[in-house]
């Protein structure tokens, strides 16, 4: 539009796309980089109350327990406080740049308007050449306008794709390697043993959470993790699903370190209930179908058998449309 609009009237045209567009596109990068850097600096500043929100609901029962919850809130509600007063300041600055941005357009209908009815009044225009001139100008200027209307929603999708794609760069800490391709449990019943267990979260180095378990759980035997919250139960059972190994000690299942066995084979051989089991979109003949490794091969007599050795077919049973619920 602003090459029609210079070809058509080249005086009207320069003065209106050099006057009035450097500036509108100029306002609206330096808004782009001011809501990345805004972005970025409120990731850092929610960190801390995020995860102050995360540890308090996760860990409810013992806040309800010792009746913290009013100084949860009023510890929460400071820190949102802190934040909102340090990017004031930041919000300001740019939304002054966008408020140019959006206000450039305008300030370059006037400029086309002054300098174009000059022009007519000398006679140096046709009026059919001023309107293509000022409407391809005016309609290239709401363009860049409309353009930077997104960078919000631009500056989201960055951080969501740089988000992903760190997650993506992730490597499990537990995974299979060429050494342990075809190393698994055996089939025979086998005691677990821990000897001298402790561990330490890679991201809570300095916490400790085991220091020094040891113990023998002979094959049928029922043990039972007791303790306060925060001891180490559920940290114990992560390790013992291999979610998780040792930071010293080891876990044996027989005479075999289970540290250096397949977790995929490993797993195959384990089963765990959770307190709140997570049940995934589809139906109840595809959830339970994820715990075969060979989904073709399963059939429907396998599926019941295991729904009755759970205890749970007649209940599935009694649904309109049974597995296919």
Request: glycine residues 8%; proline residues 4%.
């Amino acid at each position: 539009m602003s090459i029609l609009a210079i070809a058509t009237g080249w005086k009207l045209g320069l003065v209106v796309v050099l006057g009035g567009l450097p500036p509108l596109l100029f306002a609206g990068y330096l808004r782009i980089r001011l809501e990345f850097r805004l972005d970025e600096e409120t990731g850092k500043r929610f960190a801390n109350s995020s995860a102050l929100a995360g540890e308090a609901v996760a860990a409810f029962r013992t806040v309800a327990s010792l009746a913290l919850e009013r100084q949860i809130l009023d510890q929460y509600r400071n820190m949102i406080d802190g934040i909102v007063q340090t990017s004031i300041p930041s919000i300001l600055h740019s939304m002054f740049w966008f408020a140019l941005s959006q206000s450039v357009d305008l300030l370059v209908l006037a400029l086309g308007f002054w300098y174009g009815c000059r022009l007519l009044s000398f006679n140096e225009y046709t009026m059919r050449q001023f309107y293509i001139v000022f409407v391809g100008v005016f309609l290239s200027g709401q363009g860049a306008a409309q353009f930077f209307m997104y960078t919000s929603s631009i500056t989201k999708a960055v951080s969501a794709g740089n988000y992903m794609a760190w997650v993506r760069s992730l490597k499990p800490i537990v995974t299979e390697t060429p050494d342990n391709h075809d190393k698994g449990p055996s089939d025979s019943p086998d005691s677990m043993i821990l000897d001298n267990v402790r561990f330490n979260y890679p991201t809570r180095p300095d916490a400790k959470v085991l220091g020094g378990i040891s113990m023998t759980i002979q094959p049928g035997e029922f043990v039972a993790f007791v303790g306060s919250s925060g001891c180490g139960k559920s940290t114990m059972i992560s390790m013992l699903e291999r979610f998780y190994d040792p930071s010293s000690g080891s876990i044996n299942l027989g005479a075999q370190n289970i540290a250096l066995l397949n977790p995929r084979l490993y797993r195959g051989h384990t089963a765990l209930v959770q307190e709140e089991p997570t049940l995934y979109q589809g139906t109840i003949r595809e959830n339970i179908s994820f715990g075969f490794e060979n989904a073709e091969a399963l059939t429907d007599d396998m599926i019941i058998n295991a729904c009755k050795q759970a205890n749970i077919y007649s209940f599935i049973e009694s649904l309109p449309e049974g597995l296919n619920t």
